[in-house]
């Protein structure tokens, strides 16, 4: 099972951008498909995820600007960031996991900046 996210890049303050992570590979269901990111010298942090039970949890620094969602005819997640804050600068890595074993996508870099 591979990973491939995509979508980052350079933004301005309150500006938007939709990432993606595409899964590939020997899937059958894709289980709590989530986002989190990595700032430069802090930990990797969740960003929002959508549980085994359907529902939706985001970390407070995002809550009514992040959006995560998901296709599974495609075995696609996607995170819409509306409003985008400096703060936001960071890698968003994705996480799926696919009978039982968590994968990670590479990351995809967002810069929040004018």
């Known amino acids: 099972v591979q990973l491939q996210a995509s979508g980052g890049g350079l933004v301005q303050p309150g500006g938007s951008l939709r990432l993606s992570c595409a899964a590939s590979g020997s899937i059958f269901s894709i289980n709590a498909p989530g986002w989190y990111r990595q700032a430069p010298g802090k930990q990797r942090e969740l960003v929002a995820v959508?549980?085994?039970?359907?529902?939706?949890k985001y970390a407070d620094s995002v809550k009514g600007r992040f959006t995560i969602s998901r296709d599974n005819a495609k075995n696609t997640a996607y995170l819409q960031m509306n409003s985008l804050k400096p703060e936001d600068t960071a890698v968003y890595y994705c996480?799926?996991?696919?009978?039982?074993?968590?994968?990670w996508g590479k990351g995809t870099q967002v810069t929040v900046s004018s």
């Open positions: 996480n799926m996991v696919v009978a039982g074993v968590g994968y």
């Open positions: 959508i549980t085994i039970g359907g529902s939706t």
